[in-house]
Structures are given as structure tokens and as C-alpha cells.
């Protein structure tokens, strides 16, 4: 079975500046792999650890995320596969989903592509459905839970929504997109980072995957964009005694009708 795990590169914090352009400016803030793409990725291995096969970690971003697939490798995704051109700079996220699905085409041999619902930078959650329908495949989209998952058949799943619990199946290949209640990301050993850290992963380019400028053209425009608002400061709670400090968390708390 041929699991693939799409992972995208985030700022650790929001910080961020917007550039005159409309485009995020995260410059000197750590990238870390998409907060939901680790409970994908972790989703991923535990059902390769059950039936066999591979688990290929694909992203599109610089050479600087290597690393990042390094890390995924090391947590138990058996292959990684990285997407890199001058003219994946400035994707939107159905162009981002057009990559994708070429690369995936090209590997030829996938049972089920693993998202996480949605990114921590843009939060459109639209990439998973854009990649199943241009790949003309079955969604899954707010997975919380795989009860079935039979390698060349079906899969049967949970989809967790808001205020109702979905089972729902569908045969292979198939998109997935997952919550983070569906599992808890392993870390992974020291032994096994120092036995990849020097993995190059295959780079494909806009060459590799037979796409053109009309391919990768965003579809979108962006008329406005703000940042973020920075975080509140939080409050000290002072007092004589833990007594008199928990009395006034409690006031505290009955006025903002927390409790």
C-alpha cells in the first residue's frame, strides 16, 4: 500500500509581516512542518506499520525544507519527495493542489493521499477537496478517527464535525483530510534523526511534472490581507496568599462568564 502524506511549510508563530504585494513576509521566523500535517503524517505511518507498503512525504517549498522532510522520514515515512521551481514561489492553493496532484499522478501507485484539514498560515482548508477533484477521486475531508482501511478496497471513516459524528466509506484511491483529535504525533529518536540527516530527498520541478505557467497561474486574487492581531498581555494576579489569588481568578473568571 502506497500512502502518501502532503506536508506544507508554516511560521512557527504569527509575527508576520504583509509585504506591499499582498504576499506574507515570515522572514526570520522558523518554519515547521503545518501543525494538522504531523496528526496526517502520523495517521499515515500507523496504518503503514499495520499493512506494509510505503509512506511518501511530499511538499512543495525551497531546498531549505528539506530538513523539514528529514524530520518526517525520521518519525517513520519510509520515502520523501520534494516539489521545488521558481515558479512555485507564489502558489495559491489550487495551483498548490495542481502540483500536487501531477506529482502524485507521476508516482502512479498511491492508494491515499493524507492531509490535515487545514494550514495554521492561510486556513482555507480548500487544498484536500482541490487535490481530490483534480485527481478525480473520493474526499474524506475531517477525519477523526479510520475504522477501516482495506489496501486495493475501501476505506471507512468518521468525518468529526461541529455538532455531529459522520460514518462515511468509499473505495481507494481516495483524498483524506484529518483533525488532530485522530491521533498524537510520535517524536522522533535522536538515533533516527542522525540516520537521516543526510537524506536528499528527489526534487522534482515544474519540468518533472510536465506543467506549464497556465497550470500554476493562481486562480485567485487577493484584494487585502492584514496580520494577524498580536497576542493580549496576560495579567499577573497578585495577592497576600494563594487564598485571596484564587478568589480573584474566580472573580476574574465570572466576569468575562468564563464559569
Not at 42 to 50: A, K, P, S, T, V
Not at 229 to 253: F, N, S, T, W, Y
Request: charged share 25%.
Amino acid at each position: 500500500m502506497h500512502i502518501v502524506v502532503c506536508l506544507k511549510q508554516v511560521p512557527r508563530d504569527n509575527s508576520v509581516k504583509i509585504r506591499p504585494d499582498l504576499t506574507i513576509d515570515a522572514e526570520g521566523i522558523e518554519k515547521i512542518i503545518n501543525l494538522f500535517d504531523e496528526y496526517a503524517l502520523e495517521e499515515g505511518i500507523r496504518w503503514n506499520e499495520q499493512h506494509g507498503g510505503k509512506v511518501t512525504a511530499l511538499s512543495i517549498g525551497t531546498t531549505e525544507w528539506v530538513e523539514q522532510l528529514r524530520r518526517a522520514l525520521a518519525m517513520g515515512a519510509t520515502d520523501a519527495l520534494l516539489l521545488s521551481d521558481l515558479t512555485f514561489m507564489n502558489l495559491d492553493t489550487i495551483a498548490s493542489a495542481r502540483v500536487a496532484a501531477a506529482a502524485i499522478r507521476k508516482l502512479g501507485d498511491v492508494d491515499l493521499v493524507i492531509t490535515g484539514r487545514n494550514s495554521t498560515d492561510d486556513e482555507s482548508g480548500a487544498f484536500a477537496p482541490a487535490l481530490a477533484r483534480l485527481l478525480g477521486w473520493p474526499q474524506l475531508t475531517y477525519v477523526g478517527k479510520v475504522l477501516e482501511l482495506q489496501p486495493g478496497g475501501t476505506i471507512k471513516v468518521e468525518r468529526h464535525l461541529e455538532s455531529v459524528i459522520e460514518t462515511v466509506a468509499c473505495r481507494l484511491p481516495a483524498v483524506m483530510s484529518v483533525v488532530k483529535d485522530i491521533n498524537e504525533p510520535r517524536y522522533p529518536s535522536l538515533l533516527k534523526i542522525k540516520r537521516v540527516a543526510k537524506v536528499e530527498p528527489p526534487v522534482w520541478t515544474a519540468a518533472d511534472l510536465g506543467l506549464n505557467a497556465a497550470d500554476i497561474t493562481p486562480v485567485a486574487q487577493l484584494t487585502a490581507r492584514v496580520p494577524p492581531p498580536p497576542r493580549p498581555k496576560g495579567e499577573i494576579i497578585d495577592g497576600p496568599d494563594a487564598a485571596m489569588k484564587v478568589r480573584k481568578l474566580v472573580d476574574k473568571l465570572m466576569e468575562y462568564q468564563v464559569i
